[in-house]
């Protein structure tokens, strides 16, 4: 079975602060995909990343980096500097890669940062 | 390109009523999928569609049908409603590639009531 856990609800920093928002998966898949969508205050999903189960490199963009490693099955996600509009619900997803592509997704992490 | 795009944005229904919920894409996208968000939940998927004139059951699909009678539009509708089918409706699209979850591209997003 496939499963994402995030296991915070909410967390609350101040701006300039760093943050990571962790991410834990479950799959028997040797093959899979992950996600991370942001869901601010207006309510759309946004994409920010997708990275398959071959890569384990880490990606940065700007403030946002992640972490993945398959030894402990996490896809973690740092946002450095944190500023007020990162305030968002973040969803991390999985993925399979020999089914018709839904996504399995985590219940969210509500993060709000204060000025 | 406009994305993909939903229609209505809000609704209001009493137990009952039906309504059809519209998602239109115009990235030529062959999957397309209807999610349900709830609170703490994160998204659940409804069904889903892996091009024109198909459809197949996710997660959670009682209480609701699809219909993909032409590729850029993707219809949910709910035959009888009722209170626990109040929720925020998203619909997504993404390309078909063989043996990859592809990105999903997220619709902005229905807001549905029922009385």
């Known amino acids: 079975a496939q499963k994402v856990t995030q296991a915070q609800t909410e967390i609350s920093v101040v701006e300039k602060e760093d943050v990571t928002l962790d991410c834990v998966y479950e799959t028997r898949d040797t093959t899979y995909y992950l996600f991370w969508y942001k869901q601010p205050p207006s309510g759309e999903l946004v994409f920010l990343i997708r990275r398959n189960s071959f890569d384990e490199q880490n990606e940065i963009s700007g403030r946002y980096s992640w972490n993945f490693q398959k030894s402990t099955s996490s896809f973690n996600f740092t946002i450095t500097a944190s500023q007020v509009v990162d305030s968002a619900v973040y969803f991390c997803a999985l993925g399979r890669g020999s089914t018709l592509g839904r996504l399995y997704f985590g219940r969210g992490t509500q993060l709000t940062v204060w000025p | 390109n406009a994305g993909v795009t939903q229609t209505p944005k809000f609704r209001v229904l009493k137990t009952g009523q039906s309504m059809t919920l519209l998602c239109a894409q115009d990235?030529?996208?062959?999957?397309m999928y209807w999610y349900r968000q709830d609170p703490g939940m994160g998204l659940r998927l409804i069904h889903y569609s892996v091009g024109e004139g198909t459809t197949a059951k996710g997660e959670v699909p009682d209480g609701y049908n699809v219909s993909r009678l032409k590729k850029q539009n993707f219809l949910l509708g709910l035959e009888s409603a009722a209170p626990s089918q109040t929720s925020v409706y998203f619909c997504?699209?993404?390309?078909?590639?063989?043996?990859?979850?592809?990105?999903?591209?997220f619709g902005p997003g229905t807001r549905l009531t029922v009385l």
């Open positions: 997504a699209s993404s390309e078909d590639r063989q043996g990859a979850t592809d990105t999903q591209y």
């Open positions: 990235m030529n996208h062959e999957y």
